[in-house]
């Protein structure tokens, strides 16, 4: 029998977007297309209940961030160009995307790492999704140099955000976001770790601009914790800080296109802490029912920062990218709300008794 498969992912919907032909091999796990969720209760607990908020929910992506938005289109392009294999130094949702891409695509894929740290809770993904995980005797600017210089003498593709295809896969979250909301917000909020995420939502945007479906393009308003904030300092910084493990990067590799990215749209750099990124996290699970990585909150928190000391106005149209699925560092969850787990008498009364029913 015959079907008609409509085909899935962010290359068949965007390809006249996207540096692909008819011939590029489209490698797909049917990632983008993620919600965008209008939010009501944290207007009002802010007390700005003109503010038009909206989530832009990228943990749903196939492996639970962005990065897949950028890896279809890296790995098509790797497979496209020949490559035998793909290979990124990454703890975190880089590797377990590069990993279920390359699955998907027959490719084999390489994790290097820093020996020493191998949390393997982190790396649970890039395992099971098949990938051969190499700890170095070096630290992790090693592990990128060596990835870089194997690139140059084998037929291994590089998918670190050194790979050029990963950006332009990513940029199609501001696409959809334009799409759901029939317009372009006035503000885009977004955490920034290498800096690259919030450049490719400013050329998605520019781009819709330029082609005249936006009347305008938003301010992109990006975030670093204060812990790992080398753009704002203007500085590198030696030992990054954080409880958000996602920006945890003491030397941006977008950095300059991102700096580019906020004078353009008229936005801003700016830093939040810690305690500011876990509240917000902890606001998106008890108030709206979005359960985010502390990396993705730093949006949220920077929102509020932005709110209270007046950047962005409280009626403006604002959306906010959580940029990752709060199920992969369900430990951050566990130690940011303290329960009781004292077991109550098993009968109605106690029962009733402790529901305060
Ligand atoms: C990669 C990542 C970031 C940082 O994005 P950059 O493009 O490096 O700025 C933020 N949050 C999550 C969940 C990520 O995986």
Redesign the pocket.
């Known amino acids: 029998m015959q079907t008609t498969y409509k085909k899935s992912g962010l290359i068949e919907k965007y390809r006249q977007y996207l540096p692909v032909s008819a011939s590029t091999p489209v490698i797909t796990l049917g990632e983008g297309n993620t919600p965008l969720l209008q939010s009501f209760n944290i207007p009002k607990m802010l007390g700005c209940p003109t503010l038009d908020l909206f989530f832009k929910l990228e943990g749903l992506n196939p492996t639970g961030?962005?990065?897949d938005r950028g890896m279809t289109l890296a790995i098509s392009k790797a497979v496209e160009e020949g490559a035998k294999a793909v290979i990124c130094a990454s703890t975190?949702?880089?590797s377990a995307s590069a990993a279920a891409f390359a699955t998907k695509a027959g490719l084999k894929c390489y994790v290097l790492l820093p020996h020493g740290y191998v949390a393997l809770g982190k790396l649970a993904q890039a395992i099971h999704y098949g990938a051969q995980i190499i700890p170095i005797k070096g630290n992790f600017d090693r592990a990128l140099e060596l990835v870089r210089e194997l690139a140059e003498h084998t037929p291994v593709t590089v998918v670190n955000?050194i790979n050029p295809y990963r950006l332009e896969g990513q940029k199609t979250a501001a696409f959809e976001v334009v799409e759901h909301l029939s317009r372009q917000p006035d503000y885009l909020c977004i955490?920034?770790?290498?800096?690259?995420?919030?450049c490719a939502y400013w050329r998605g945007f520019k781009l819709y601009r330029e082609l005249g479906i936006t009347a305008a393009a938003p301010r992109m308003h990006g975030f670093e914790a204060e812990g790992s904030a080398a753009i704002v300092r203007g500085e590198p910084i030696k030992n990054p800080e954080t409880i958000g493990t996602?920006?945890r990067?003491g030397n941006?590799a977008?950095w300059q296109e991102a700096v580019r990215a906020q004078q353009e749209s008229k936005g801003k750099i700016d830093s939040v802490t810690d305690d500011e990124i876990l509240a917000a996290y902890k606001m998106l699970g008890s108030a709206e029912g979005i359960f985010c990585?502390p990396?993705?909150a730093a949006s949220l928190a920077g929102l509020i920062k932005h709110l209270s000391d007046g950047t962005i106005p409280q009626n403006a149209l604002v959306t906010c990218v959580l940029?990752?699925n709060g199920l992969k560092d369900p430990d951050t969850a566990q130690k940011v709300t303290a329960v009781d787990l004292t077991p109550v008498e098993a009968d109605l009364a106690s029962l009733k008794k402790v529901m305060a029913l």
């Open positions: 961030s962005f990065k975190g949702n880089t955000s955490p920034v770790g290498n800096a690259g995420n919030i996602a920006i990067i941006p977008s990585e990396s993705s940029t990752g």
